[in-house]
């Protein structure tokens, strides 16, 4: 499991998060939900140390950062960089292969098998920059499958693609989480966390509630992270109207 301790966070001299403390079981498929600037996806850069901790500790357990798989918002990678979507793709098996060693036949195997199942077989030889949004999405979450880790940190994974993409992912998601991995996703759809996602973390700054999804997505909770429109969506049960998707929010 990990176990955050009294976790704050800050950007320069801006805070990002303040005191988070929670549990994250083993096999969990969680999600982080909370308004722009809550700090999300800090949090999860906190996790793969990528920032430096004011105060505060995470423990992994017996894990280690070789045990994490991160897929980062699609907007943070260069989109123009020359490479194919194998080679992309092929990355995620780097600590087991290198970068310079030849794929043998297994790992050869697992690559295309990654490509399968988030659908882009057809795509292998293709420059990343030929793919659309949906595609590139996609593509990272292959070479995540590749990397093959026991705890899945992704940040808006389905930011900027249509449903039809997002089922697919899901689906894969799923997948990973009854393999026994654990999963950890910002999302920004309260429908999809609502209909996928057992358990929630509701973020703004601090921890505002975690716990069983259906007990963290109420209207006391949603108005103290400042979100009086979905407080109102969560008495009505009306996350799944497209007029009240998180995503057309003004926040």
């Known amino acids: 499991m990990i176990k955050i301790k009294s976790l704050s966070v800050y950007y320069q001299n801006n805070i990002a998060l303040s005191n988070i403390s929670t549990t994250l079981d083993d ?17 999860l850069k906190s996790i793969m140390q990528q920032i430096t901790i004011k105060s505060g500790s995470i423990d992994l357990g017996d894990l280690s950062l070789k045990n994490i798989a991160y897929l980062p918002q699609s907007s943070q ?50 420059q990343i920059s030929q793919l659309s949004g949906g595609q590139f999405q996609r ?10 880790a026991e705890i899945l940190l992704l940040d808006e994974p ?19 989480q009854q393999q026994g991995k654990t999963v950890i996703a910002v999302i920004h759809d309260l429908a999809l966390v609502q209909r996928y996602f057992p358990t929630t973390l509701l973020v703004a700054t601090n921890l505002i509630a975690a716990g069983k999804t259906a007990d963290v997505l109420t209207q006391q909770y949603l108005l103290q992270a400042g979100y009086q429109h979905f407080a109102y969506c969560a008495v009505h049960n009306s996350f799944n109207n497209p007029a009240t998707s998180i995503e057309k929010r003004a926040s």
Do not use: Y
């Open 139 to 148: 593509m990272l979450f292959a070479r995540m499958l590749l990397q093959n």
């Open 158 to 176: 389905f930011g900027g693609v249509d449903a039809q993409t997002t089922e697919l992912l899901m689906r894969v998601v799923q997948e990973c």
């Open 77 to 126: 990678i260069d989109h123009t960089f020359p490479i194919t979507v194998t080679e992309f793709v092929s990355a995620g098996a780097w600590q087991r292969t290198s970068f310079w060693r030849v794929f043998s036949k297994h790992e050869q195997h697992l690559l295309k098998q990654a490509l399968a199942k988030v659908d882009l077989e057809d795509m292998a030889g293709r």
């Open 27 to 43: 096999g969990d498929l969680v999600a982080i939900v909370g308004p722009n600037g809550a700090g999300k996806s800090t949090l």
